[in-house]
T-cell receptor, first 116, second 112 residues
Framework: GAVVSQHPSRVICKSGTSVKIECRSLDFQATTMFWYRQFPKQSLMLMATSNEGSKATYEQGVEKDKFLINHASLTLSTLTVTSAHPEDSSFYIC????????????FGSGTQLSVL | KQEVTQIPAALSVPEGENLVLNCSFTDSAIYNLQWFRQDPGKGLTSLLLIQSSQREQTSGRLNASLDKSSGRSTLYIAASQPGDSATYLCAVRRGRDDKIIFGKGTRLHILP
């Protein structure tokens, strides 16, 4: 099956620093990737849709200048949390739709961000 | 606005029992519904995907059903095992290029 690799798996950083999270489709090309955030015991909330070669589409309430998304190639999307604050601490997960006509979504293993 | 609800929020059952997890959605105009498994601190693993024209899908000990008109789906797990312990999420998509909406999940614990 399609594999999506996400790293780092865990980041601890000081308030005010920026953190970059990478999401790669290892054995297929993903023109569209999705970034989610998940708080403890809560559902996944879509933050933005990342489109290769164009600007990301952000969900209502998500600050695009805060969460920078770059999808420069068909196999890599990055999410940068700029000037992170403790309230940004969360579990971030990326996903990509399967190759060809595969309707399934394949997810990365997630990144636990803790901002001190 | 589509809302996805999963009941119960948590469930503990002895090993070997068959069990049913429930998912309901408010807007029956869906493109597909997908069940996922999430282990603590990990990403999601796709279990079963049901297209809107289908009524059920099976994979091993798992069977998922879909009743679009009533806005319900169930995930049936046969002969549960401790390794089945995880959070199970259902998610619906309105159109092929639409975002998917997740439920909050059911935290399942299989007692050895």
């Amino acid at each position: 099956g399609a594999v999506v690799s996400q790293h780092p798996s865990r980041v601890i950083c000081k308030s005010g620093t920026s953190v970059k999270i990478e999401c790669r489709s290892l054995d297929f090309q993903a023109t569209t990737m999705f970034w989610y955030r998940q708080f403890p015991k809560q559902s996944l909330m879509l933050m933005a849709t990342s489109n290769e070669g164009s600007k990301a589409t952000y969900e209502q309430g998500v600050e695009k200048d805060k969460f920078l998304i770059n999808h420069a190639s068909l196999t890599l999307s990055t999410l940068t949390v700029t000037s992170a604050h403790p309230e940004d601490s969360s579990f971030y997960i990326c996903s990509a739709r399967g190759p060809g006509n595969n309707e399934k979504l394949f997810f990365g293993s997630g990144t636990q961000l803790s901002v001190l | 606005k589509q809302e996805v609800t999963q009941i119960p929020a948590a469930l503990s059952v002895p090993e070997g029992e068959n069990l049913v997890l429930n998912c309901s959605f408010t807007d029956s105009a869906i493109y597909n519904l997908q069940w996922f498994r999430q282990d603590p601190g990990k990403g999601l693993t796709s279990l079963l995907l049901i297209q809107s024209s289908q009524r059920e899908q099976t994979s091993g000990r798992l069977n998922a059903s879909l009743d679009k008109s009533s806005g319900r789906s169930t995930l049936y797990i046969a002969a549960s095992q401790p390794g089945d312990s995880a959070t199970y999420l259902c998610a619906v998509r309105r159109g092929r290029d639409d975002k998917i909406i997740f439920g909050k999940g059911t935290r399942l614990h299989i007692l050895p």
